[in-house]
Every structure is written in structure tokens, then in C-alpha cells.
T-cell receptor, first 113, second 114 residues
Framework: GENVEQHPSTLSVQEGDSAVIKCTYSDSASNYFPWYKQELGKRPQLIIDIRSNVGEKKDQRIAVTLNKTAKHFSLHITETQPEDSAVYFCAAIPRSNDYKLSFGAGTTVTVRA | NAGVTQTPKFQVLKTGQSMTLQCAQDMNHEYMSWYRQDPGMGLRLIHYSVGAGITDQGEVPNGYNVSRSTTEDFPLRLLSAAPSQTSVYFC?????????????FGEGSRLTVL
């Protein structure tokens, strides 16, 4: 199966600064990499995803980059705001079984005012 | 659309008791799944289903049973609860039309086993 490692586990940033979360995956055939955001006491919700045929994708203040050779992908949040405070999960799905989405352990992001 | 609905939101059990967590979706999604969330361990897949009558094991299936008699419902059963099953449980669904995409989560069910 797929093994996804996520770093750091906690991240504190000043409002307006950037935040970067990195994930590595084990299955070189993995082809779909979503990021989910979970606010305190809420359900996880998809914020951005990237497929293996693309190197970078942006949506307003968030972007995801994928390095297939190194088997890692990263979430970048620019101009952080208090509402960006949440737990972020990366995930990957192996080509061999696209029913088994594997999640990283999560990163707790705190944006300091 | 209500999306994915889970009940109950909170439950306290004693060791050895049984219970069922209910999950329903009204998006006509073929794929449904159950995850458990524990501190520092992310979301781990328990069981999943790709259609009525079809279920399969995920990463941590021991101690849990599932069935899928309809497209809409995917209950998770704990036959003999153990303290190690104290967790927050999420049901999630997605369409299987087109490439794999967004997983829609329910609000979660917090289970405590004493």
C-alpha cells in the first residue's frame, strides 16, 4: 500500500507570512495527490489537488507542487490569514488501487495575529 | 442536498458492547468509506465499498464490520467495543465517474469506549 509522511506536525506563522507543508509518498505509481483542511471540530474538506501529469497548481493563495522523481509534494499558503489556522492533511492514491486513499498524519497550522 | 450524514455525533460505550454508526449520502455516490481519526495518526481507512453488495477492507479493519445493501447507506458495526476503538469516525463518499476526485466527508462521530 501507499505510505505518506507529512512534515512538520505543527507550524506557527505570523499573519501575512507564507506556510509550507511537505509530504513524501512511497508508491512511484501514485497519480493523485489531494490536500484537505480540517478546522477545529469540523469535517475535512478538499482545498486543492494535483495529478501526476502536472507539476504545479495554484488557486488564489494556495498552491501545490509535485516532484515525481523525488516522490514528494508540497502545499504552499501565501499571505496567511487567521482563517488559515487549521489541520492540513496531504494524501495520495496508488495507481494499483484507487479506492485506498492514504493520508499523512496532519499538520496543525497556527496563524499568529 | 444534505451530503453525507452520520449518526450519532457522540456515543459512549462500555467495553464489550456493540453498536452501529450510521452513514447515508444523497449524492448517488458509488464509493463510500469509513475512516478513523486519532491524534498524530491522520485518517486511516477502515472499510470501503464501491457499490451495493461490494465491500472491502482498508488499512485497519479489525474489530469492524460493514455492509452495503443500498447505494445510499453504509453502516459501520462494532461487534464488541474495545478502548482502542475510542476515536473520531468519519464516513466519506465520492463519485466513481471519471478520474478519482474529491472525497466528501460527514461531520464525524466521536466514540468513547470505557
Amino acid at each position: 500500500g501507499e505510505n505518506v509522511e507529512q512534515h512538520p506536525s505543527t507550524l506557527s506563522v505570523q499573519e501575512g507570512d507564507s506556510a509550507v507543508i511537505k509530504c513524501t509518498y512511497s508508491d512511484s505509481a501514485s497519480n493523485y495527490f489531494p490536500w484537505y483542511k480540517q478546522e477545529l471540530g469540523k469535517r475535512p474538506q478538499l482545498i486543492i489537488d494535483i495529478r501526476s501529469n502536472v507539476g504545479e497548481k495554484k488557486d488564489q493563495r494556495i498552491a501545490v507542487t509535485l516532484n515525481k522523481t523525488a516522490k514528494h509534494f508540497s502545499l504552499h499558503i501565501t499571505e496567511t490569514q487567521p482563517e488559515d489556522s487549521a489541520v492540513y492533511f496531504c494524501a495520495a492514491i496508488p495507481r494499483s488501487n484507487d479506492y485506498k486513499l492514504s493520508f499523512g498524519a496532519g499538520t496543525t497550522v497556527t496563524v499568529r495575529a | 442536498n444534505a451530503g453525507v450524514t452520520q449518526t450519532p455525533k457522540f456515543q459512549v460505550l462500555k467495553t464489550g458492547q456493540s453498536m452501529t454508526l450510521q452513514c447515508a449520502q444523497d449524492m448517488n455516490h458509488e464509493y463510500m468509506s469509513w475512516y478513523r481519526q486519532d491524534p498524530g495518526m491522520g485518517l486511516r481507512l477502515i472499510h470501503y465499498s464501491v457499490g451495493a453488495g461490494i465491500t472491502d477492507q482498508g488499512e485497519v479493519p479489525n474489530g469492524y464490520n460493514v455492509s452495503r445493501s443500498t447505494t445510499e447507506d453504509f453502516p459501520l458495526r462494532l461487534l464488541s467495543a474495545a478502548p482502542s476503538q475510542t476515536s473520531v469516525y468519519f464516513c466519506a463518499s465520492r463519485t466513481m465517474t471519471g478520474p478519482v476526485g474529491e472525497l466528501f466527508f460527514g461531520e464525524g462521530s466521536r466514540l468513547t469506549v470505557l
